[in-house]
C-alpha cells in the first residue's frame, strides 16, 4: 500500500511541476481552478487536492501570493499607479487589492513606496558628501565617498531552454554543511547522462523567482538549471522550462555569492533610476562559468543578469 501511495504521489509531483512553472509565467492571465484542472488533466476538485497536498496551499492562494509578491516588486520598480499595479495583479478594485496586500505584508502599498522612498534617500545620503571636521566652512575640505564602480552590461540574450531542478527553502540553505556547489547540478547530470545528452561543456544557470525579503524563507524557490538544445520530455524531478530572452541588465562577478546579492541591490537602488529602463517581470538569473579541477566542477565566475523594458514602452 505504501508503494502504490508513493507511485501516486511521485505521479501527482511530476504532473504538478509544469503547472507550477506555467503560474509563473502566465501571472497576467486566467489561471482560474477549472483552467488548471484542466491543464493538467484533473477534475478541478481532484486538482484542488493534490495541489494543497503537495504545496500546502490551495490554487487561488498559490496564485494570489505570487501575485502580491510581484506588485511589491512592480511598486518597487515601476512608476505605475496603484490602481495599474492592482489590475495587473488580477484585483477588479484599489481596494480589494489594499485589503489583501495589508493582509499580506502588515502595510499597504502606499505606505511601501514611503519606505522605499526613504531607503533611496538615505542610500544618497550615505553615499553623498562629507566634510572634514576641523576645516572652516569658508573652505571645506570634501570628501566624497565614492561608490564602488564596477562594469555592468546591457546584454540582448536569446531564448534558452533549460532543464531544470527546483529546490526551495531559504537561499542561505541551498548548500548544506559539506555540500560543494556543483552538488546542486548532480541530479540533473545524471539525468542528462541517462537522456545521453551532451554535457562536456555545461553551461549551468541558476534562476533566483523570489525576493527573500518578501517570500516567506520556506517558500523561496531557485532552480538550478542546465541548458539544453530544445524542448524534452523529463520525469520527474526534473523539469523542463525556457528561459525567455530579451534586453537584460548583467554584471561579471570573480567573488563570492554575496557580491551577487550587492549587483540586485545596486541595479534596482542605484543605476535603475538613473537608466531609461524598467525591470521588466521576469526573475533574475546567474549564468555559472566553469571549468573541471581535479575531477570537479568549479566555478570560475558568475554573470548575474536581471530582464529589462525600455521606460518608452509604458
Known amino acids: 500500500m505504501q508503494v502504490k501511495r508513493r507511485a501516486t504521489r511521485r505521479k501527482h509531483q511530476q504532473t504538478l511541476l509544469p503547472i507550477l512553472v506555467y503560474i509563473e509565467d502566465h501571472l497576467d492571465e486566467d489561471l482560474s481552478l477549472h483552467r488548471l484542472a484542466t491543464r493538467a488533466g484533473f477534475s478541478p476538485h481532484h486538482f484542488h487536492r493534490v495541489f494543497q497536498q503537495l504545496t500546502g496551499e490551495t490554487p487561488h492562494e498559490y496564485v494570489r501570493r505570487l501575485r502580491l ?25 484599489h481596494e480589494s487589492f489594499t485589503r489583501a496586500f495589508t493582509q499580506q505584508f502588515d502595510m499597504n502599498p502606499s505606505e511601501l513606496r514611503a519606505l522605499l522612498r526613504e531607503f533611496r534617500a538615505g542610500v544618497d545620503e550615505v553615499l553623498g558628501t562629507y566634510t572634514f571636521a576641523g576645516f572652516s566652512l569658508d573652505s571645506p575640505l570634501k570628501l566624497r565617498k565614492e561608490r564602488r564602480v564596477e562594469p555592468i552590461t546591457l546584454e540582448t540574450l536569446p531564448a534558452q531552454p533549460v532543464i531544470f531542478k527546483r529546490y526551495q527553502g531559504p537561499y542561505e540553505d541551498l548548500l548544506g554543511q559539506g555540500q560543494h556547489f556543483s552538488d ?91 537608466a531609461n529602463y524598467l525591470l521588466r517581470a521576469a526573475p533574475p538569473f546567474e549564468v555559472y562559468h566553469c571549468k573541471t579541477i581535479d575531477g570537479r566542477l568549479e566555478r570560475i565566475y558568475t554573470d548575474a543578469y536581471v530582464p529589462l523594458e525600455p521606460l518608452k514602452a509604458r
Not at 213 to 232: I, W
Request: overall charge negative; glycine content about 8%; charged content about 25%.
Open 69 to 93: 509578491e510581484r506588485a511589491v516588486y512592480r511598486l518597487k520598480v515601476s512608476p505605475d499607479n496603484v490602481l495599474d499595479i492592482a489590475l495587473q495583479a488580477g484585483f477588479q478594485t
Open 184 to 274: 546542486l547540478w548532480t541530479d540533473l547530470f545524471e539525468y542528462a547522462e541517462a537522456q545521453g545528452l551532451e554535457t562536456s561543456t555545461p553551461r549551468l544557470i541558476g534562476i533566483c523567482h523570489d525576493d527573500p525579503y518578501v517570500a516567506e524563507s520556506d517558500k523561496v524557490r531557485f532552480d538550478a538549471c542546465l541548458a539544453v538544445d530544445g524542448p524534452l520530455e523529463v520525469s520527474h524531478p526534473i523539469g523542463y522550462r525556457e528561459l525567455p530572452g530579451g534586453l537584460c541588465v548583467g554584471r561579471r562577478h570573480y567573488n563570492g555569492f554575496e557580491e551577487i546579492t550587492k549587483t540586485f541591490a545596486f541595479i534596482g537602488v542605484e543605476w535603475l533610476p538613473t
